[in-house]
């Protein structure tokens, strides 16, 4: 497989998870390796990351094959996301950072103007910025042309397994963007990474997916080969699935 670059690093796995809503960490565990991922975010503000008991965090997190990625859920405004990533750092020893600022309790989408604004102030304070956002192509070049090191456009509202809801917008934030583009938030099933890596995704980040699936394991497992498969793509008429040479006359 390929690989691909995020900042100075470079990775293979097309497949990025997340590390909550699952029942214990020992599950989440199970649930990383079986989906081969090598990007791993972590809610700052909803994990104890000073649990260091056999049950904790940390000894469930495999620092030899996974990148950690702090991310800033649950901050509304810019002070909160940027206060959230430098705890973040201090927490992790990890630099990257997946920047939200949320701008509807109620839907999660974000606020424009306040995640250009922290990704900002990051980037001048040295982090690897992977900004959450919007499915906004213009959105999208704003933060490239900040110097964000990949943008993480949404598929549907986060946690609502709709699928890819604007494959037309995100194709176009793919065509128009010099770094990586990784679809967040919302993907459901393993047919609907297969989308995105067709679309021209370089990655595809999911959570609730797994995790609130009724075998994590199984589903990580299942994401992870419909990332790698993708799909064939689509055509208006018939094609024949049998070859057309050999064929016996009439």
Same mark, same amino acid.
């Given at each position: 497989?390929?690989?691909?670059?995020i900042?100075?690093?470079?990775?293979t796995?097309?497949?990025?998870?997340?590390? @909550?809503?699952?029942?214990?960490?020992?599950?989440?565990?199970? $649930?990383?390796?079986a989906?081969g991922?090598?990007?791993?975010t972590v $809610?700052?503000r909803?994990?104890?990351l000073?649990?260091d008991?056999?049950?904790?965090?940390?000894?469930?997190f495999?620092?030899?094959?996974c990148?950690?990625?702090p991310?800033?859920a649950g901050?509304f405004?810019?002070?909160?996301?940027?206060?959230?990533?430098?705890?973040?750092?201090? !927490?992790?020893?990890?630099?990257? *950072?997946?920047?939200?600022?949320?701008?509807?309790?109620?839907?999660?989408f974000p606020?424009?103007?306040?995640?250009l604004?922290?990704?900002?102030?990051?980037?001048?304070?040295?982090?690897t910025?992977?900004?959450?956002?919007?499915?906004?192509?213009? *959105?999208?070049?704003?933060l490239?042309?900040?110097?964000?090191?990949?943008?993480?456009?949404?598929?549907?509202?986060?946690?609502?397994?709709? @699928?890819?809801?604007?494959?037309?917008?995100?194709?176009?934030?793919?065509?128009q963007s010099?770094?990586?583009?990784?679809?967040? $938030?919302g993907?459901?099933?393993a047919?609907?990474?297969?989308v995105a890596m067709?679309?021209?995704?370089?990655?595809?980040?999911?959570q609730?997916a797994? !995790?609130?699936? @009724?075998?994590?394991?199984?589903?990580?497992?299942?994401?992870?080969?419909?990332?790698?498969?993708g799909r064939?793509?689509?055509?208006?008429?018939a094609?024949?699935?049998?070859?057309?040479e050999?064929?016996?006359?009439?």
């Amino acid at each position: 497989m390929s690989s691909y670059e995020i900042g100075d690093r470079s990775f293979t796995s097309r497949l990025w998870v997340g590390s @909550g809503k699952y029942s214990d960490f020992h599950v989440m565990h199970e $649930a990383i390796e079986a989906s081969g991922a090598e990007i791993v975010t972590v $809610a700052i503000r909803r994990t104890d990351l000073n649990d260091d008991t056999k049950d904790g965090f940390w000894a469930n997190f495999d620092r030899e094959k996974c990148t950690i990625l702090p991310n800033t859920a649950g901050c509304f405004d810019v002070k909160s996301a940027v206060t959230t990533a430098r705890l973040g750092r201090e !927490a992790t020893g990890s630099d990257f *950072v997946k920047v939200e600022v949320i701008g509807d309790e109620k839907t999660l989408f974000p606020d424009n103007e306040g995640l250009l604004e922290a990704c900002r102030v990051l980037l001048d304070d040295g982090f690897t910025v992977l900004p959450y956002c919007i499915d906004d192509p213009v *959105v999208c070049k704003k933060l490239e042309d900040l110097g964000c090191h990949a943008v993480m456009p949404l598929a549907a509202p986060i946690g609502s397994g709709m @699928g890819i809801r604007n494959p037309y917008n995100l194709k176009i934030i793919m065509e128009q963007s010099s770094i990586p583009v990784v679809v967040d $938030a919302g993907v459901g099933t393993a047919s609907d990474a297969a989308v995105a890596m067709e679309l021209g995704s370089t990655a595809v980040l999911m959570q609730t997916a797994i !995790a609130g699936a @009724g075998d994590p394991v199984k589903m990580a497992r299942a994401m992870r080969l419909g990332v790698e498969a993708g799909r064939i793509p689509m055509k208006l008429y018939a094609t024949a699935s049998s070859p057309l040479e050999g064929v016996i006359g009439s």
